[in-house]
């Protein structure tokens, strides 16, 4: 296209002040400064990319201003919406990062109601005197791990970067090469090291690290030891690596304190989910570990957190640090925290509790059962498209990244429309939903779908099976 005919498009784009006009009498409710901004951003975007409106070739100044109403109408109503809504997963990934991670039960979240004006935040109840925000979680993680205190910042990322830069600012800290992690969204170790104010001193190979090699690398300027579990990724077959009893002795004998990045950590045995090799914090505590770090949500099954437990010194330097401050949890996350770590208390344990461990946990014989009760519900022109198959589910988010779970999924597959197509239209439905694409077809697993979810995941199936090509 050339500029002229560039320019004559452009001169049928309507004037803000006719479109801000149409607006104000479609949502009277809405500011007009508001509204003129998103005519502007609307007809910046037109001017600059004029060939991506194939509308504007009509050179009609009242196509183009209906066109581009719609345009502005499916923008506010997103903004009166808000982007962040529920989803339907039924990925079969039970700790699913895009999707929340951890599912919370519902029942705790009226909880909330309680202290959404003034709470006992900064307040000692038994006294009425001024207290520290850290201090509902304290007694807690005492219990439950075994460690002499403990508390929680935002995630564990922050909770590895207050730990490394309390305890080493300025030193070397030593870590095995075979533990240099790179997290989601590309965070690597060494970076959050870097980021911490600590100096990175790497040991040994990808597959092997001896106790020598950490005591040869032990030196003045040595502020500590990290140990990092690789929970996203396993290394197998030619390894080694010294017990953790054996470093907390050697760093002991230099008075250097051992920090250990659990990551995804859970408070009841793992031998519940594989073959019992996963570390567990009480074994930790016992060996001696100064400072744990590890999710509040993952595994644990709560809000996003990083929690930090270990020696009272060591915890005193952590909760000293300015950067406590940037850190920290709100009222809310604090109270949904210390609502989970309740549940840990009882005799039933928390998986009665916990939606995240009624789906690690529940059998294939249940979910077979759910999905042919499921099905049925459906009209019979849609049970025709599915079939019910043995397939593998996941823990997810980094946590147990080599263990599958048998499980049972409902298999979709449309005789008009591609796996893909199908797949994105779920995705795109007014209330979202998340599947799997096996081959030619989509699958949904109900372990990540509640019982309570099932008649809305229903509705999104007919909606989506029954519109036109």
């Not at 092997?208 to 140990?227: F, M, R, V």
């Not at 744990?292 to 993952?298: E, V």
């Not at 999905?371 to 849609?382: H, N, R, V």
């Not at 597959?413 to 239209?425: G, I, R, V």
């Amino acid at each position: 296209m050339s500029p002229a005919d560039s320019d004559r498009r452009l001169s049928f784009i309507p004037s803000v002040q006719l479109l801000l006009e149409k607006l104000v009498d479609l949502y009277p409710d809405f500011r007009e400064e508001i509204l003129k901004s998103l005519i502007r951003s609307q007809l910046e975007i037109l001017r600059q990319k004029p060939d991506q409106y194939s509308f504007l070739s009509g050179l009609n100044k009242e196509t183009n201003m209906a066109r581009i109403i719609s345009l502005l109408e499916s923008e506010i109503e997103t903004l009166r919406r808000g982007t962040l809504g529920k989803a339907i997963n039924a990925t079969g990934v039970v700790l699913h990062t895009g999707l929340g991670r951890a599912p919370i039960n519902p029942d705790w979240i009226a909880g909330l109601q309680n202290i959404s004006r003034y709470a006992t935040l900064e307040i000692r109840t038994e006294d009425g005197k001024r207290g520290e925000r850290n201090d509902h979680l304290r007694t807690f993680l005492r219990l439950l791990t075994g460690a002499e205190d403990g508390f929680a910042v935002n995630n564990n990322a922050a909770a590895v970067m207050l730990m490394l830069n309390s305890v080493a600012a300025g030193k070397e800290v030593i870590i095995s090469r075979g533990e240099l992690i790179e997290i989601g969204g590309s965070f690597r170790l060494p970076e959050v090291m870097k980021a911490s104010g600590v100096y990175l001193k790497e040991i040994g190979a990808t597959n092997k690290t001896h106790l020598k090699d950490y005591a040869s690398a032990i030196q003045p300027n040595t502020g500590a030891i990290l140990i990092c579990h690789p929970s996203n990724y396993e290394v197998v077959g030619f390894t080694q690596k010294p017990e953790i009893a054996d470093i907390v002795q050697l760093a002991h004998q230099h008075n250097l304190p051992v920090l250990y990045d659990l990551g995804s950590g859970s408070l009841f045995p793992s031998a519940t989910y594989s073959d019992g090799n996963e570390p567990d914090l009480q074994t930790l505590v016992e060996a001696g570990v100064d400072l744990i770090s590890f999710s509040g949500d993952k595994l644990l099954g709560g809000p996003q957190a990083g929690i930090i437990i270990g020696k009272s010194g060591y915890i005193q330097k952590c909760e000293k640090n300015h950067l406590l401050r940037a850190l920290r949890l709100d009222k809310f996350m604090l109270f949904l925290l210390q609502t989970l770590l309740q549940k840990y208390l009882y005799k039933t344990f928390a998986e009665i509790f916990s939606d995240t461990h009624q789906a690690l946990l529940v059998s294939p014989s249940v979910l077979r059962e759910r999905s042919e009760k499921f099905m049925l519900k459906l009209p019979d022109a849609i049970q025709k498209q599915i079939t019910i198959i043995e397939t593998e589910a996941r823990v997810g988010s980094g946590a147990y990244p080599v263990l599958p779970l048998p499980s049972i999924a409902l298999r979709l597959h449309h005789p008009q429309k591609s796996a893909e197509k199908l797949a994105s239209e779920l995705r795109l439905n007014l209330l979202p939903v998340f599947s799997v694409i096996a081959g030619d077809a989509v699958q949904l697993d109900l372990r990540t779908v509640s019982t309570e979810e099932e008649k809305e995941l229903l509705g999104c199936l007919e909606n989506v099976l029954s519109r036109p090509l």
